[in-house]
């Protein structure tokens, strides 16, 4: 019996332990002004991507804009990282990835599941995520942005695509995840990581 309470005494002392450590809530302010700036940086990254994207198909078809957009998506999130008016690093991710760069870490993770559990959600799908996150000493946020799937984006991430397309992912991508998706379907998120610092 002594030995029980002893048990129950430890794994109390833990759980509540774990959950003081988890105790990064961001204030409703950092919520606020992180949204703000990740709203921003985020929707010019999106635009561009978007029309860089609909000119590639339009010029070279679905297949020969393949190799434009693979290019230009890393070299479009560097700049919206470079462009912002508060420092900022911007990346792309998501749990089905195509281009492994774009694979999640574990606080990625956590938000692509926050993500996924409200899809199907009638009515209501989250605009934004923002995370606190205490690293050795210093404290960032992130912020995410829920992207979704378009009916053009099926071209090369639906479940019908053509075979020169297919061709051309297979060499690229061996290891392609971002397929078999329809139109409505949660993509993955646009990150957008700022240091405390550089909040008001
Ligand atoms: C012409 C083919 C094509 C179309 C159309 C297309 N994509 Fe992609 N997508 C790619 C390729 C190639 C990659 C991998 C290269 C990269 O962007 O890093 C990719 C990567 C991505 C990524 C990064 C994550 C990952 O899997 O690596 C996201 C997010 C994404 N696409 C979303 C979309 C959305 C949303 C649309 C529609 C608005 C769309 N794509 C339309 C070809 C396409």
Not at 74 to 100: G, M, Q
Not at 103 to 132: C, H, I, M, S
Not at 148 to 155: A, G, R, T
Request: aromatic content about 12%; charged content about 30%.
């Amino acid at each position: 019996m002594q030995k029980h309470k002893y048990v129950i005494f430890v794994t109390l002392f833990f759980i509540f332990f774990l959950i003081g450590c988890e105790n990064n809530e961001p204030t409703p302010e950092e919520k606020a002004q992180v949204r703000a700036i990740g709203d921003q940086a985020s929707d010019v990254l999106l635009r561009k991507l978007k029309s860089r994207l609909i000119s590639a198909v339009q010029k070279s078809g679905p297949a020969g804009a393949i190799n434009e957009c693979k290019l230009d998506a890393i070299k479009l999130t560097h700049e919206a990282t470079n462009n912002s008016k508060v420092p900022v690093a911007v990346k792309r991710v998501t749990n089905k990835y195509r281009n492994p760069i774009n694979a999640p870490d574990e606080w990625d993770k956590k938000a692509l599941t926050f993500f996924e559990n409200k899809e199907g959600v009638r009515d209501y799908f989250p605009e934004f995520y923002v995370q606190k996150i205490q690293q050795d000493e210093a404290i960032h946020f992130r912020y995410y942005k829920p992207l979704k799937m378009y009916q053009m984006c099926l071209k090369c991430h639906g479940n019908k695509i053509k075979e020169d397309v297919r061709v051309r992912l297979n060499e690229l991508y061996p290891n392609d995840l971002a397929t078999g998706y329809a139109k409505g379907d949660f993509r993955g998120a646009i990150r957008v990581d700022i240091a405390k610092e550089y909040l008001q």
